[in-house]
C-alpha cells in the first residue's frame, strides 16, 4: 500500500490528541530524561535573553518553557503543534510556572503561517522525525527566521543505540505483520543514520551546520515503569496494534514487557537511548 501523507497527519494529529493528558503527566520525568540535550539544542540555537523563539512540533511544551525561562520577560516563545488538546497544557503549564511570555498556536509544521523573518531561533524537540515531507517543514522555519538566525533539533539516532523505542517497535512489527518503514518515510529513527540530520538542515539550505550525539539513557525504577511510560504516551505505538484484538494487544505488551526487562540493573532500569543535536543559521 502507497503511503499516504494526508491519512498520517491525521492520524498522528489524533494519536496525540488522545495522549495528550498523558504525556502532559509524564513532564517531570521527560524534563529529567531529555533535559541536556534540551540544554544543547537551546544553546547550539543561540537562545538567550531577549530571543524570539519559534517552537516546532512543541507537544505538551516542557522544551518551551524552558526556553521560555532562557528568553525572560524581554523574549518570546511560540510553541506550534498539530495537536490543539496538546497545546493547551502548554499553556497551562506556562501559567503555573508564571511565564507570562508563551504562546501557543495551532499549526502543521508543513503549513506554518508565521511572521516571515521574524524569530531568532528555532527549536524542534523529537518532531522532525515525524513530517512526511521534512524539506517543506524546513522551508517555512527558514522562511520564518531572520537572516542570521539559528534553528536547532533533536532527534533519535539508530535503532541499536535506542533499544528502549527499537525493541517495542520490532515486536509490534512482527506481531502485526507490518512492513518497515520505506526510505523517506517518517518515523522514530528516519533521521537517526550519522550525518543526515545535518544532510537535512545542509540541504534546505541552512549552514554553519553542527551536530553532536548525546547519549540519553532511560533511567526509571522498574521495566515494567517504562512499559507503561511507552503504553500511555507513545499513542503510535497503540495505531501500528490496532489491526490485532484486544487479547493479542495484551500479549503483545506482555512481550514487550519481558524485552524491556533486559535492561534492568542493580540501579534500576536503564534502557538504551542515544540522540542527536543538529543546528545551523539561516
Avoid at 542570521?148 to 512489527?173: C, D, H, L, M, Q
Avoid at 519481558?258 to 542515544?274: H, N, Q, R, S, Y
Wanted: proline share 7%; aromatic share 8%; glycine share 8%.
Amino acid at each position: 500500500m502507497a503511503f499516504d501523507a494526508a491519512t498520517y497527519k491525521a492520524t498522528t494529529r489524533q494519536q496525540w490528541q488522545d495522549a495528550a493528558e498523558a504525556w502532559n503527566a509524564w513532564g517531570g520525568f521527560l524534563a529529567t530524561w531529555l533535559g541536556p540535550a534540551t540544554e544543547a539544542m537551546l544553546d547550539m540555537a543561540e537562545v538567550e535573553p531577549g530571543s524570539l523563539v519559534l517552537d516546532v512540533a512543541a507537544g505538551a511544551g516542557q522544551q518551551t518553557l524552558v526556553a521560555a525561562q532562557r528568553v525572560g520577560p524581554s523574549g518570546r516563545v511560540l510553541a506550534t503543534d498539530i495537536s490543539p488538546d496538546i497545546l493547551d497544557y502548554t499553556m497551562e503549564n506556562a501559567r503555573i510556572q508564571g511565564l507570562h511570555n508563551v504562546e501557543t498556536l495551532e499549526a502543521d509544521g508543513e503549513d506554518l503561517d508565521v511572521v516571515p523573518d521574524n524569530y531568532d531561533a528555532a527549536i524542534s524537540r523529537v518532531g522532525l522525525i515525524y513530517f512526511p515531507d521534512q524539506q517543506r517543514a524546513l522551508a517555512n522555519i527558514m522562511r520564518a527566521l531572520r537572516p542570521g538566525g539559528r534553528f536547532a533539533a533533536i532527534v533519535y539516532s539508530t535503532p541499536e543505540n535506542n533499544g528502549f523505542f527499537s525493541k517495542p517497535v520490532s515486536i509490534i512489527r512482527d506481531r502485526a505483520q507490518l512492513p518497515p518503514p520505506a526510505a523517506g518515510q517518517p518515523g522514530p529513527f528516519s533521521l537517526g543514520p550519522p550525518g543526515a540530520l545535518a544532510s537535512v538542515l545542509e540541504k534546505a539550505g541552512f549552514r554553519e551546520i553542527e551536530e553532536k550525539v548525546i547519549s540519553a539513557p532511560v533511567a526509571l525504577p522498574t521495566a515494567a515503569d517504562c512499559l507503561r511510560f511507552e503504553r500511555e504516551s507513545f499513542g503510535a505505538l497503540h495505531q501500528m496494534l490496532s489491526s490485532l484484538g484486544s487479547d493479542a494487544q495484551e500479549a503483545v505488551w506482555a512481550e514487550i514487557g519481558e524485552a524491556l526487562a533486559e535492561f534492568e540493573t542493580a540501579e534500576g532500569f536503564k534502557g538504551p537511548c542515544e540522540l542527536v543535536v543538529a543546528a545551523g543559521t539561516k
